[in-house]
């Protein structure tokens, strides 16, 4: 029976970059689309198999060992904590953690932060951040546009990716802190590592090499 190597892709926006970079690779690509409805694409000649997937269930999948590979940004690998490797900065994908707030709190400091209410989707991030900076805060977690927070008075602040900065301006927020850089990174199962290291090292080690030349996309 044929043994495919897995590899589950983030759809979105994600998707396009990666796409070049699995071109550069060598590997498969016919009928990845960002518009297709399939959510697995098998390659028989090159024993591949990609899965599409909610860029939050990539790191599952690779845990669970239903894919040996995975492509997702730093900040879902952050957020879940899943037992994965990390294998690969792609640099691509760039986006940033930051505290922000309504305009009149331009300016303010991080020990002004404490005791305040922050929104967020990302709840282990933004507690492990205020955590480490010795402040006490009231976690709100949402699940939509967090920016309505701030704007209904249900915080004082978010925790958000920001990657532009506009959808801060359109609603009247700035930024006030920067937690971190989020880039996008290729994950491996680690059973996965070890039962399929001939297949799979060669592979890592050309994408860093595509990725250190430049030729996977730019930030």
């Known amino acids: 029976m044929q043994e495919y190597l897995t590899i589950a892709l983030s759809k979105g926006t994600l998707l396009k970059p990666t796409v070049k970079l699995l071109q550069a690779a060598n590997l498969p ?54 037992d994965i490797f990390e294998m690969v900065d792609l640099r691509y994908g760039y986006c940033r953690f930051v505290v ?21 989707k990302f709840p282990v991030i933004a507690e492990r951040f205020f955590r480490s900076q010795g402040l006490q805060v009231e976690i709100i977690k949402l699940h939509g546009n967090v920016e309505l927070a701030p704007l209904t008075g249900i915080a004082d602040m978010i925790v958000d990716l920001v990657s532009t900065g506009q959808t801060l301006r359109e609603n009247k927020l700035v930024e006030l802190v920067k937690i971190m850089d989020s880039t996008s990174r290729l994950i491996c199962n680690r059973v996965s590592y070890r039962t399929k290291y001939e297949k799979l090292q060669p592979l890592i080690e050309n994408i860093q090499m595509i990725v250190k030349g430049g030729a996977a996309g730019e930030h």
Do not use: H, W
Request: aromatic content about 6%.
């Open 29 to 82: 690509t016919a009928g990845l689309d960002p518009e297709s409805r399939n959510m697995v694409f098998i390659y028989e000649d090159e024993a591949i198999k990609y899965i599409m997937c909610r860029p939050t269930d990539v790191p599952i999948y690779v845990e669970q060992g239903a894919a040996d590979l995975g492509i997702v940004g730093k900040d879902v690998i952050m957020e879940q904590g899943k």
């Open 100 to 120: 922000a707030g309504p305009s009149v709190m331009q300016g303010t400091g991080l020990k002004d932060m404490n005791y305040r209410r922050v929104a967020t």
